[in-house]
């Protein structure tokens, strides 16, 4: 009795979502139970939607970069593979206001940014496809394709697009909350280099956003995150490449006024080198203590060229991993602090370019480290990437973006990413305690020394953070018209708990 009433009432749903397939519509105050939309989207999905215990479901759930995320449990897992499918996943969901989470790559650190628990996560990474169109200068992605895939694909061509530096990361995130890289400086950001974009509205229309259709939509995507749509494919326009130069070199803790300088003078130089990208990074773990890292990449097969030459010189290197290879080989090698599975914390501030602020910055940094007493296997890590004139030049020449960063002028900008990896979760009020202390302290010294921005981005946000209120009043109330227009019941921000909203 009790499996044809399931049944029933799975039906019965599945009729109203095709009834109103003409004009959906939420009752975002009435929210259907996680069995409820689950058992409509199998009459439709069958083998693509995975439930509790299931092989496919426990698989997607351990491919989640951080252990938090992973530990979320939604009702179902629906795998789409096409923008139908997506569409279709609409029109069932939002009629009952079925609450709902998107998942592309699945690397965020917030808990839930990416995964829901008792709801419907929508699984986008059969969504992969990556192919060259006959023009040899854009390439289709789908949004749950790897950057990895991506440039696999491209090197064969010798061409490339400027995504994220770790070829596990995924392309639709990524690129929806800006997408900063390595090669920003020669294309811009990620967001920057699509030519259009393939998206599923609230109301399960797909649509196409370019500088041409859609055109609110398509630069409010360029940034604004999973607000306005479900993203399914993505155009990108590439750019010639074959051999670069790069790697990694670690350091002795006691260089960092060496490295302050050379950051400083890398990016404030007028004569900047757009070829290059350059992270420094302060990086602790109980088994060694503090070092810092420099990241190196050069768009060009130049060993040890000019504009790293003063970072190259600083002593006391303890690793050095550069080489000539090709940018798929080098997102292998990306720095990474942790696999997949630890438990992950993130937040990220912009500062002004100055020497003496990253002085103090590593002070504070080394000040912090004390809040982790007993927490084995911790790495706690702070990384300044350049925000020079040469990237936001590209933004601009492909029309501008949402993130609020124009008329950027010498001595440009730092982004500071923090992270966080430990694997106990017995510790996770302490870590969290002691991440969200260090950013209080950082963001208290950095107004008094004039040099906090406004700009928080949304890759690397925190739990605590609002990166789209950072992009600035005109931009916010920009991106909430747009918004409006395409998604006027507020379906992206009232049936998708997580995400950074309007």
């Excluded at 499996?3 to 009432?9: E, Q, V």
């Excluded at 593979?81 to 997506?86: I, K, R």
């Excluded at 090709?326 to 292998?332: D, E, G, M, R």
């Amino acid at each position: 009795m009790r499996l044809i009433s399931f049944l029933l009432l799975a039906l019965g749903g599945l009729a109203a979502a095709h009834a109103a397939e003409e004009d959906v519509e939420a009752d975002t105050t009435a929210v259907a139970s996680g069995d409820t939309c689950c058992a409509v989207l199998k009459v439709y999905f069958g083998d693509k939607l995975s439930d509790q215990g299931s092989a496919t479901y426990n698989e997607s759930l351990a491919t989640y970069w951080s252990a938090q995320e992973e530990q979320i449990y939604p009702t179902c897992i629906v795998r789409p593979t096409s923008a139908m499918d997506v569409s279709k996943a609409l029109r069932f969901l939002v009629p009952l206001s079925c609450k709902f989470a998107i998942r592309a790559g699945g690397f965020g650190t917030v808990p839930g940014i990416a995964n829901i628990k008792g709801g419907v996560t929508i699984d986008l990474r059969g969504l992969n496809d990556v192919a060259l169109n006959s023009d040899n200068i854009t390439v289709n992605v789908g949004s749950g394709a790897a950057w990895g895939a991506v440039y696999s694909q491209l090197q064969t061509s010798n061409l490339t697009v400027a995504g994220a530096r770790a070829g596990s990361v995924g392309v639709g995130g990524s690129t929806l909350g800006g997408g900063l890289g390595d090669f920003a400086p020669k294309a811009g950001f990620a967001a920057d280099q699509v030519i259009a974009f393939q998206v599923v509205l609230a109301n399960g229309d797909i649509v196409t956003a370019s500088a041409t259709q859609n055109i609110a939509l398509y630069k409010a995507l360029k940034g604004g995150s999973s607000n306005l749509g479900i993203v399914t494919r993505l155009t990108f326009k590439t750019f010639p490449i074959e051999n670069i130069w790069g790697g990694t070199i670690l350091y002795n803790k006691t260089t960092i006024d060496a490295h302050a300088q050379a950051l400083y003078d890398f990016a404030s130089n007028p004569s900047y080198d757009a070829n290059a990208g350059y992270l420094l990074s302060f990086i602790y773990n109980p088994s060694f203590g503090t070092i810092l890292a420099s990241r190196l990449a050069y768009a060009e097969p130049t060993e040890n060229p000019p504009v790293f030459q003063a970072i190259t010189a600083i002593p006391n290197q303890l690793q050095n991993s550069t080489q000539i290879t090709n940018v798929a080989a080098f997102s292998n090698l990306s720095l990474s602090f942790s696999a997949d599975g630890y438990r992950q914390d993130n937040w990220d501030l912009t500062f002004e370019n100055n020497v003496v602020w990253y002085k103090s910055l590593y002070g504070l940094f080394q000040n912090s480290i004390s809040s982790l007493k007993g927490v084995e296997n911790v790495t706690w890590a702070f990384t300044l990437e350049p925000i020079v004139p040469a990237i936001l030049a590209q933004s601009q020449a492909t029309g501008g973006n949402i993130l609020g960063l124009d008329n950027l002028t010498l001595p440009g900008l730092a982004l500071g990413v923090f992270s966080a990896t430990w694997q106990d979760p017995a510790k996770d009020k302490q870590v969290y305690d002691a991440s969200d202390k260090f950013l209080q302290k950082v963001t208290d010294v950095a107004k008094k020394a004039k040099v906090l921005q406004l700009y928080v981005d949304v890759n690397y946000a925190g739990r605590k953070q609002n990166p789209i209120a950072s992009f600035g009043m005109p931009n916010v109330a920009f991106l909430k018209q747009a918004a409006k227009q395409v998604d006027p019941n507020g379906v992206f921000q009232k049936l998708v708990p997580g995400g950074f909203k309007l």
